[in-house]
């Protein structure tokens, strides 16, 4: 026996598992499984990269100075109110572990990211979900949830896995409903894909309010998810608190000079941003016509639903796909046991993946 006790909540803690990248027996792999850029990591993060390495004896920046007023340029906003990040992940954890711990609620959707949860039971805090409609934020359903108790709000959007997203109206709704004690972060991670005119990323909201913060990420439109890289935008209070709390050095000097170059690449985020959009809706237009229910996402990847319990189930889909060499992700850890989601690969890769789903349908 352990003479070693963690913290309550640590052993509740099912630890997160990232998508497959190989299938035992088999050389040729297509992953679908993780959100990934389709084309590699943008070529002048690379280029920028090699031109750094020979200088990885030396510390980084630890306040990634030049990063955040790139970004700041970027996005019209003050790189004083910016905390980069080991991934936007680094970021999640780092709020929780500032504003929530034991006793208090951290509130999220039915099937939001699994890192919430994660988040939560690490810091001692409490997850609570609220449900949602059709797969998508239910504002009002989050508000019915809050309690005395609540002292964050996740809201992904658009939302993984699901894909779908609510209007900046609906996200000013369900911060007027909040508690000024509460803190809303908007999760943003897949906001560059996105085209409707009725969203925002956050970044109206975060400068209204003192109580909000959004968080970005370099590893899906730019292809960068190695590197670990991500970004977050608050009031300056917030800021503060997260370098306050972050390690000093938390993002590297070769993940720091590839984000530099990448934000400059509108020409690769244009080409990924219209390859995502043509294939992410021909794989649902695809999907549906072999009788296949899909959300309507406006992320980098589908989510499938297959029938129940019968031969055409998502757990024989699974099996058949990775018998095909193609790895995608099942969705049973997010309550979604009949859904598998698929990330847009290559044209060659989409042509497979539908391929080996045609034919398994048809048996």
């Not at 680094?90 to 572990?97: F, S, Y």
């Not at 309507?296 to 989510?303: G, H, K, M, Q, V």
Request: charged content about 25%; some cysteine; aromatic content about 8%.
């Amino acid at each position: 026996m352990s003479l070693l006790t963690p913290r309550p909540g640590i052993m509740d803690i099912t630890p997160y598992k990232g998508g497959e990248s190989a299938i035992e027996g088999v050389d040729r792999i297509i992953k679908l499984a993780s959100n990934e850029g389709p084309f590699g990591p943008a070529p002048s993060a690379i280029e920028a990269i090699n031109k750094v390495s020979n200088i990885q004896h030396r510390y980084p920046d630890g306040g990634a100075t030049a990063l955040r007023k790139k970004i700041g340029a970027k996005f019209n906003i003050n790189p004083d109110q910016i905390v980069c990040g080991a991934g936007s992940d680094e970021i999640l954890g780092l709020l929780v572990r500032a504003y929530a711990g034991p006793g208090d609620e951290v509130l999220y959707s039915d099937h939001g990211f699994l890192m919430y949860p994660i988040a939560a039971k690490a810091a001692g805090a409490t997850p609570v979900t609220a449900m949602e409609t059709n797969l998508t934020t239910d504002v009002d359903a989050m508000l019915s949830a809050v309690t005395d108790k609540t002292k964050i709000v996740f809201v992904a959007n658009p939302n993984n896995p699901t894909g779908t997203y609510i209007p900046k109206s609906e996200m000013n709704r369900l911060r007027q409903g909040l508690r000024d004690d509460i803190l809303l972060v908007i999760d943003a991670a897949y906001a560059e894909f996105m085209t409707e005119d009725d969203y925002d990323a956050g970044i109206e909201l975060v400068n209204r309010t003192q109580n909000t913060i959004m968080t970005r990420t370099f590893s899906k439109m730019y292809g960068l998810g190695g590197i670990r890289l991500g970004w977050g935008y608050g009031s300056e209070e917030i800021t503060d608190v997260l370098n306050r709390s972050r390690n000093p050095f938390n993002v590297t000097s070769l993940a720091l000079a590839a984000g530099e170059a990448a934000l400059d690449d509108e020409l690769f985020v244009a080409k990924t941003r219209k390859h995502n959009t043509h294939w992410l809706r021909w794989t649902e237009e695809n999907a549906r016509k072999l009788g296949l229910e899909c959300t309507t996402s406006y992320a980098n990847f589908a989510l499938i639903r297959f029938p129940h319990q019968d031969k055409h189930s998502s757990r024989h889909a699974d099996a058949f796909l990775r018998s095909k060499g193609i790895i995608v992700r099942a969705m049973a850890s997010y309550g979604l046991g009949d859904c598998l989601r698929v990330s847009i690969g290559t044209e060659e890769e989409m042509l497979a993946f539908m391929e080996a789903l045609t034919e398994f349908m048809s048996n």
